[in-house]
C-alpha cells in the first residue's frame, strides 16, 4: 500500500504549477493503482476572472524540460493549437537610424525539439480543462487563503480561507506565486528579492517592424533600456520596455488601475524611447491603453518545506521575465513532486518532499541565477554594452558562417570576464 493511498491533498493555488501537480498526481495514482487520494484546489480568483488578463504568450521550452512535462501529461497537441505568430525563434536585436538590426537569431520554434510560445489563457485553460475531467479533484474558486495551521492530534493541516471555511489536508501544496501568501504565514522571512528590473508592458494591434515579424526576442538599447517584443498574431503585438530601478515602480496593475494611471505609464515608457527608431515608437504609442500595466521584477532562491506544506513554482523560486523560464519551472515542479509522492522508492509523504527538494534545488538555482546575469546583460551602458553588442554580432556571425570560429572564442572570453568580473 503506498503511503499516499487514502491522502487528503490541499494545493493552495489554480495556476500553471497547481494545475500541473494535479494533473501528474491524478495520472501517477491511475498509473500506479494508488486509490482514495482527494484533491482540493483552492483559488483565490473566480473561473473566469483573469482570461483576458492572460492574454499573453510565454515560452514553453524543451531545454527546461516544459514541453516534456506537456506531452507526458497529455496535454501537449492540444496547448500548440494556442501557439502565437511568434515562431521564427528568440532575437537579439540593436537599432540605429536606418532601423533594426538583428544580431543573433535562434533556430526556428518547433514543439517537438525547441519551443513554442502559447497564449497564458491557452495553456492554463487546456490543463484545467484536463484536471476538471478528474472526479477525485474539488475546485474552489474565489477562495483566498487566509492562514494554515498543523493539529498535533490528527497530524492534519487545517487551512483557514478569508471566508471563514476551513478544510483539512494530509499535505499542503503550494502554487500561489511569487507573492505568495502562504508563504508570508509559514516562513515569513522567505521574501522575494527585487532584481531592479522594472517592465512597462501593453499590447498594441498594430504588426512590428517587418524584420521582426513572427518572431520574439530583445532589442537591446542605449542607456540602459531594453524592449521586449513578441508578434502574437496578425496585427497584435505585446512590449515591454524594462530598464533598471533601484527601487520599484508603483504597480498598477492592468485590473485595478485608472486611465489617467495607465495613460502615465505609457508616457513614461515613450520617454524612455525617445531616441529610438519612429516605427517603435509609433507602434508604443498605439497601445491598447486597457492593455498598459508595470510589473517589477522579483526573483528568490529555492527554499524548503516546512513540515508537509511544501511550495513549488513561483512560491518557491520566483523569477523574473528575463528567465522565460517561469511556466516550465512550474510545469516540471508539478511533475516532479507527484512523481516523487508515487514513488515506492519513498516511504513517506516527508521522504517524498525531501527527494523531490533535492531535485528542484539544484535545478531552480541555476536559472534563477541565469536570469540574474540576463538581467544584467540586457541593460549594460558604456564599453560593456558595447562589448556585449560585439559579442552578440560574433555569436550570429558564427550561426550563419559556421568557420568562424575564433573571433566566438574571443567574444566568449570576454563575456565570461564580465561574468567573473563584472556586475
Known sequence: MSFIEGKTVAIVGGGIGGLSFALSLTKMCQENNIGGVTIQIFERDGKAEDKDFQNYSLSIRSDSGGVQTLRKLGVLDDIIKHTVYATEGFYCASYSANGFEIMVQSPPMNPENAGFRPLRYGLWSGMLKKVESNE?????????????????????????????????????????????????????????????????????????????????????????????????????????????????????????????????????????????????????????LDSIRVANGYDKMPHRAKGRIVFIGDACHPVTPYSANGANMALVDGWSLAEQLTSPKNNSIDEAIKAFEDEMIPRATKIVITGQRTISFAHLTGWKGVARNGFLKTVGSMLRHPKVTLAVVVGAVALGAYYLFGS
Not at 498543523?150 to 471566508?163: C, M, Q, S, W
Not at 499535505?171 to 516562513?187: E, F, K, T
Not at 512590428?208 to 496585427?235: T, W
Not at 497584435?236 to 485608472?258: E, M, Y
Request: aromatic share 6%; net charge negative.
Open 136 to 288: 477525485n479533484v474539488s475546485f474552489h474558486w474565489s477562495s483566498p487563503f487566509e492562514d494554515v495551521t498543523h493539529d498535533d492530534e490528527t497530524d492534519k493541516y487545517r487551512i483557514a480561507l478569508t471566508d471563514g471555511r476551513n478544510y483539512e489536508a494530509d499535505i499542503v501544496v503550494v502554487a500561489d506565486g511569487s507573492h505568495s501568501p502562504v508563504r508570508n504565514v509559514v516562513l515569513p522571512l522567505e521574501k522575494p528579492r527585487f532584481t531592479r528590473l522594472v517592465f512597462l508592458i501593453g499590447t498594441t494591434d498594430r504588426d512590428p517592424p517587418k524584420n521582426l515579424q513572427h518572431r520574439h526576442g530583445l532589442i537591446i538599447g542605449k542607456d540602459g533600456v531594453a524592449i521586449f517584443l513578441s508578434h502574437e498574431d496578425e496585427g497584435r503585438s505585446i512590449w515591454g520596455v524594462s530598464r533598471l530601478c533601484d527601487q520599484p515602480h508603483a504597480v498598477h496593475r492592468v485590473r485595478t488601475s485608472t486611465e489617467d494611471q495607465k495613460k502615465e505609464i505609457l508616457k513614461e515608457a515613450l520617454d524612455l524611447i525617445k531616441d529610438w527608431p519612429k516605427e517603435m515608437r509609433d507602434l508604443i504609442a498605439a497601445a491598447n
